[in-house]
Nanobody, 122 residues
Framework: QVRLVESGGGLVQPGGSLRISCAVS????????MGWYRQAPGKQRELVAH???????NYADSVKGRFTISRDNAKNAVYLQMNSLKPEDTAVYYC????????????????WGRGTQVTVSS
C-alpha cells in the first residue's frame, strides 16, 4: 500500500517561515513528479508547486519568490520551504505524487497525502 505522509505544518506569524515535508512509503519502484497543493476554506484545491523527477520546478504566481520546492529522490521525499508567509497562505497543504509501482511497467499512479494544516496569523 502506498502512503504519502505530510509533516511540519503549524501556526506561524505573518512574515515567518515554515518547512513542510512529505515522504512516500510502501512497495514502489520509483516516484516521478511530485507536487504540493493547498485548499483554503471555501476554496478549490490549487497547485502551489511542482517538481519533476529531474528537478524542474514550477510555481503558482502567488508564491513565486517566496516558496521553494525540493526533493530527495533517495528518500522519496518532497519538501516545501515557505518564506515571507502571508495570512492568505493559510490552508491545508496536500502532497501529491506520481508513483511507478513495478519496474516491469512504466504505468504510474497518482496519490495524495492527507494534508497538513498551515495557519498564518498574528
Amino acid at each position: 500500500q502506498v502512503r504519502l505522509v505530510e509533516s511540519g505544518g503549524g501556526l506561524v506569524q505573518p512574515g515567518g517561515s515554515l518547512r513542510i515535508s512529505c515522504a512516500v512509503s510502501g512497495s514502489i519502484f520509483r516516484v516521478n513528479a511530485m507536487g504540493w497543493y493547498r485548499q483554503a476554506p471555501g476554496k478549490q484545491r490549487e497547485l502551489v508547486a511542482h517538481i519533476t523527477s529531474g528537478g524542474s520546478t514550477n510555481y503558482a504566481d502567488s508564491v513565486k519568490g517566496r516558496f521553494t520546492i525540493s526533493r530527495d529522490n533517495a528518500k522519496n521525499a518532497v519538501y516545501l520551504q515557505m518564506n515571507s508567509l502571508k495570512p492568505e497562505d493559510t490552508a491545508v497543504y496536500y502532497c501529491n505524487a506520481d508513483v511507478v509501482l513495478d519496474y516491469r511497467h512504466s504505468d504510474y499512479y497518482n496519490y495524495w497525502g492527507r494534508g497538513t494544516q498551515v495557519t498564518v496569523s498574528s
